[in-house]
């Protein structure tokens, strides 16, 4: 069985193309030429594969499955189709020669991202012109690829961020809000009651296949921290023997910390006595009062060292779409579209920001910075809600993630665009995979 996202489409699909198309133009003009090759990850693709990937992906699914229009250049297609899930496990990565000779040339994926983009663009315009121009499941497959390239151009920082910075091109204004101390971590008591997961299909223009169907789960009461644990806090685990200390990680986690030797979240280095943050263009002095960005081993292991837990994808969903009326929200500040006021997303900045600088975006209860400002990590394993069916126009979404293995993440990140604001979207990576922007908060049973 298949799902298709029944709803007629919205109008105005190629502008939101066209939207993706400049922001990945923008994203690869700030990389210097000789990255382009490079694997900035070792566990994935090089560069030259994502620009490709992603107009590959969208020809694929919406003109040539989509529409049984011919190929461009099959294989391409087929080169380009795919990437690869990571694992933490590096003896896993093949060996591979020179990647300029494994690869085309830049003026071979021009030319094919070019004639991919006239004719997905072809295609959308005519949608737009006319709403019942494509039938429900080509709206759906137009509706996947957008939410694709849109999930890539974030992808695509995280493998930024490995650059070394001689390779980047710093934007002009880049200027980092670096703050000073943490703002007083407080707790917040959230009643018990009910937290919506999930979406019913048609409920939205689109969803993925594993937002779907909606469901609801009785929350018993619990208390969160208001912030997120910033550098600052994290730094008293590491400082207190944290990496070293075998009782607060899960038996995989702690083989992964000794096996990789890490003793600190990735992005932080050291230099003498001091702590720096790896920036996406610059090396600072660790900011004290950012989100401290970890894997969910890591973020699983501080929690267990101050006696405490990730939330639960419920609780998380409670805390910031959940309300004392009872009527859920649309996002944790109520049903203003978002903006820059209400938190760190949509491209706002290119690294995080202090906890706490964005009142305005506070959920009901008063909680931080659920949304923006990195992910946040839940103690949930990734798995389908009850009804689950996969999604005609990309099957193998979510379903082969479904394994025990991959942890859902709920929020955003500083470069999460606003179209994927919503409460049903779920986000998910390995326990161990520590290059994503992801931050954490605790929670605690009512008594504690
Ligand atoms: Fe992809």
């Given at each position: 069985?298949?799902r298709?996202?029944?709803?007629a489409?919205?109008?105005?699909?190629l502008?939101?193309?066209?939207?993706?198309?400049?922001?990945?133009?923008?994203?690869?003009?700030?990389?210097?030429?000789?990255?382009?090759y490079?694997?900035?990850?070792?566990?994935?693709?090089?560069i030259?594969?994502?620009?490709?990937?992603?107009?590959?992906?969208?020809?694929?699914?919406?003109?040539?499955?989509?529409?049984?229009?011919?190929?461009?250049?099959?294989?391409?297609?087929?080169?380009?189709?795919?990437?690869?899930?990571?694992?933490?496990?590096?003896?896993?990565?093949?060996?591979?020669?020179?990647?300029?000779?494994?690869?085309?040339?830049?003026d071979?994926?021009?030319?094919?991202?070019?004639?991919?983009?006239?004719?997905v663009?072809?295609?959308?315009?005519?949608?737009?012109?006319?709403?019942?121009?494509?039938?429900?499941?080509r709206?759906?497959?137009?509706h996947?690829?957008?939410?694709?390239?849109?999930?890539?151009?974030?992808?695509?920082?995280?493998?930024?961020?490995?650059?070394p910075?001689?390779?980047?091109?710093?934007?002009?204004?880049?200027?980092?809000?670096?703050?000073?101390?943490?703002?007083a971590?407080?707790?917040i008591d959230?009643?018990s009651?009910?937290?919506?997961?999930?979406?019913?299909?048609?409920?939205?223009p689109?969803?993925?296949?594993?937002?779907?169907?909606?469901?609801?789960e009785q929350?018993p009461?619990?208390?969160?921290?208001?912030?997120?644990?910033?550098?600052?806090?994290?730094?008293?685990f590491?400082?207190?023997?944290g990496?070293?200390?075998?009782?607060?990680?899960?038996?995989a986690?702690?083989?992964?910390?000794n096996?990789?030797?890490?003793?600190?979240?990735?992005?932080?280095?050291?230099?003498?006595?001091?702590?720096?943050w790896?920036?996406?263009f610059?090396?600072l002095?660790?900011?004290a009062?950012?989100?401290?960005?970890?894997s969910?081993?890591e973020?699983?292991?501080?929690?267990?060292?101050?006696?405490?837990?990730?939330?639960?994808?419920?609780?998380?969903?409670?805390?910031?779409?959940?309300?004392?009326?009872g009527?859920?929200?649309?996002?944790?500040?109520?049903?203003?579209?978002?903006?820059?006021?209400?938190?760190?997303?949509?491209?706002?900045?290119?690294?995080p920001?202090?906890?706490?600088s964005?009142?305005?975006?506070?959920?009901?209860?008063?909680?931080?910075d659920?949304?923006g400002?990195?992910?946040?990590?839940?103690?949930?394993?990734?798995?389908?809600?009850?009804?689950?069916?996969?999604?005609?126009?990309y099957?193998?979404?979510?379903?082969?993630?479904?394994?025990?293995e991959?942890?859902?993440?709920?929020?955003?990140?500083?470069?999460?665009?606003?179209e994927?604001i919503?409460?049903?979207?779920?986000?998910?990576?390995?326990?161990?995979?520590?290059?994503?922007?992801?931050s954490?908060?605790?929670?605690?049973?009512?008594?504690?």
């Amino acid at each position: 069985m298949s799902r298709a996202n029944p709803v007629a489409g919205r109008p105005g699909l190629l502008p939101w193309y066209n939207r993706n198309r400049e922001r990945a133009a923008q994203l690869f003009g700030l990389i210097a030429d000789e990255a382009y090759y490079s694997r900035p990850i070792a566990l994935r693709n090089p560069i030259v594969f994502y620009q490709g990937h992603i107009p590959a992906f969208s020809f694929n699914t919406l003109i040539k499955q989509g529409l049984g229009r011919p190929s461009i250049d099959a294989r391409l297609e087929q080169l380009f189709a795919r990437g690869i899930d990571p694992h933490e496990d590096s003896n896993n990565v093949r060996a591979r020669g020179n990647e300029a000779d494994l690869w085309p040339s830049r003026d071979e994926v021009d030319a094919f991202c070019a004639e991919a983009d006239r004719q997905v663009r072809a295609v959308l315009a005519e949608h737009d012109r006319a709403a019942d121009a494509l039938p429900p499941e080509r709206v759906e497959a137009a509706h996947c690829i957008l939410e694709h390239e849109a999930m890539h151009l974030e992808t695509l920082m995280y493998m930024w961020h490995q650059l070394p910075l001689e390779q980047k091109r710093r934007p002009a204004g880049y200027r980092p809000l670096i703050g000073g101390a943490p703002p007083a971590q407080t707790w917040i008591d959230i009643p018990s009651g009910q937290a919506t997961l999930g979406i019913d299909p048609g409920a939205e223009p689109f969803a993925w296949d594993n937002e779907m169907p909606g469901c609801t789960e009785q929350v018993p009461a619990f208390r969160i921290q208001q912030h997120n644990v910033c550098n600052a806090d994290y730094l008293a685990f590491v400082e207190a023997g944290g990496y070293v200390d075998a009782r607060w990680w899960r038996p995989a986690d702690w083989a992964w910390i000794n096996a990789e030797g890490i003793g600190h979240p990735l992005f932080w280095q050291r230099d003498g006595d001091q702590w720096l943050w790896r920036g996406m263009f610059d090396l600072l002095a660790l900011p004290a009062a950012w989100p401290v960005w970890v894997s969910q081993a890591e973020a699983s292991a501080y929690c267990r060292w101050r006696g405490l837990s990730l939330p639960s994808e419920a609780q998380y969903q409670r805390a910031a779409f959940g309300a004392p009326d009872g009527q859920p929200r649309r996002y944790p500040w109520g049903n203003a579209a978002p903006d820059a006021a209400r938190g760190v997303f949509d491209f706002h900045a290119w690294d995080p920001q202090p906890a706490g600088s964005h009142p305005a975006g506070c959920s009901a209860w008063g909680v931080d910075d659920l949304v923006g400002n990195g992910w946040e990590w839940t103690a949930t394993a990734f798995a389908p809600f009850p009804g689950f069916e996969v999604l005609a126009s990309y099957p193998e979404y979510s379903a082969e993630f479904f394994d025990g293995e991959h942890f859902v993440m709920k929020g955003a990140a500083p470069v999460t665009v606003r179209e994927l604001i919503r409460p049903s979207f779920r986000n998910w990576f390995r326990a161990r995979y520590p290059y994503i922007y992801a931050s954490f908060r605790c929670v605690a049973g009512a008594g504690q």
